[in-house]
């Protein structure tokens, strides 16, 4: 007859396996759902992190994940400076209008139309039609804008691949770099509605349209939407006050008091536009810089999270 092992004996070397495992996980380290450590005052949590479904290990080298996001701001300090430089070369392919639009305002024509007192409007509207108009411009500073959030959008994914394969230990493939992205775009969204500003939220869209459009703004209010050398009429003062003073005086000759009026203004308007472009072109890097710095902050957060 064959000898069968009491029951209450295969219980007790369960349960003497089991105290065993329980024994060495506590002394690891390992965090046990339910319990606490009674030498840490860290509260035990289960690991978050999943690809696939399928959790992964949370070991992590902060410092490498820190790199990463150093590096992805890196490249977006550079795709800023890179796009914004699209500004100036639009200001400067303009430049060959500057000579007729100063010949078109030292005309019979204008002298007429500065008499009527339609002056501001003339050569407003001579300046669009020989240099650029004020749309021109505007199209100019958006798409400057579009591409650099065009360009964040890329790093952005970058980095959530970068991350990924940093925590994990692994390169990703095709698919999981997928999910990697869309876990990305899902913690932002999180972040996103957990804040209360419009500003804050703005920051953390991951819409295109809703962050070029806060951008422009900014770049604008920043600006304080000064006509600067838009607003030709006012900006050469010395000049028009001349135009005051045939009216007054009534001599067509005054016209040329200056011994090359239209060379004058030409050079001038040469300055203006210099100008014109180092400052606009420092406001949208100075905007696009104060929303990195925000939005790297988001990054920071969620690779804390993972």
């Known amino acids: 007859m064959t000898r069968t092992k009491p029951q209450s004996r295969l219980l007790g070397n369960t349960k003497l396996s089991r105290r065993l495992l329980l024994g060495l996980m506590i002394a690891s380290g390992v965090p046990i759902a339910g319990c606490t450590n009674s030498n840490s005052t860290e509260t035990a949590s289960l690991p978050n992190a999943q690809i696939d479904g ?31 430089a699209a500004i100036n070369r639009f200001i400067n392919s303009r430049i060959s209008g500057v000579k007729p639009f100063s010949e078109e305002c030292t005309s019979l024509y204008a002298k007429y139309k500065i008499i009527r007192g339609q002056g501001e409007i003339y050569i407003k509207r001579s300046f669009s ?13 958006q798409q400057t804008i579009e591409n650099c959030v065009k360009d964040l959008e890329q790093i952005e994914n970058e980095l959530a691949v970068s991350l990924e394969q940093a925590i994990i230990g692994e390169t990703l493939t095709e698919d999981r770099k997928n999910l990697a992205i869309q876990s990305f775009r899902e913690s932002m969204l999180v972040l996103r509605n957990s804040l ?24 604008l209010t920043s600006l304080g939407v000064s006509g600067t ?19 007054a005086v009534g001599f067509d000759y005054l016209w040329n ?21 180092g400052r606009l072109t420092s406001t949208v890097q100075g905007e696009l810089g104060k929303f990195l710095e925000q939005r790297a902050s988001l990054w920071e957060k969620i690779a804390e999270s993972k």
Not at 129 to 139: G, P
Not at 257 to 277: C, H, N, Y
């Open 229 to 247: 050398i838009l607003a030709t009429g006012t900006t050469f003062s010395w000049w028009t006050f001349g135009a005051s003073l045939v009216l």
């Open 196 to 219: 209360t500003t419009e500003t804050g939220q703005a920051v953390a869209s991951m819409l295109a349209t809703e962050i070029v459009t806060y951008l422009t703004v900014q770049t």
């Open 257 to 277: 008091w200056f011994d090359d009026p239209a060379g004058d203004i030409r050079r001038e308007t040469i300055t203006q536009l210099s100008k014109l472009s």
């Open 54 to 84: 399928t959790p992964v290990s949370t070991k992590r080298d902060t410092k490498s994940l820190n790199l990463l996001i150093q590096d992805a701001r890196q490249k977006y300090e550079e795709s800023i400076q890179q796009r914004t």
């Open 129 to 141: 039609e020989k240099v650029f108009s004020d749309a021109e411009l505007a199209s100019v500073l």
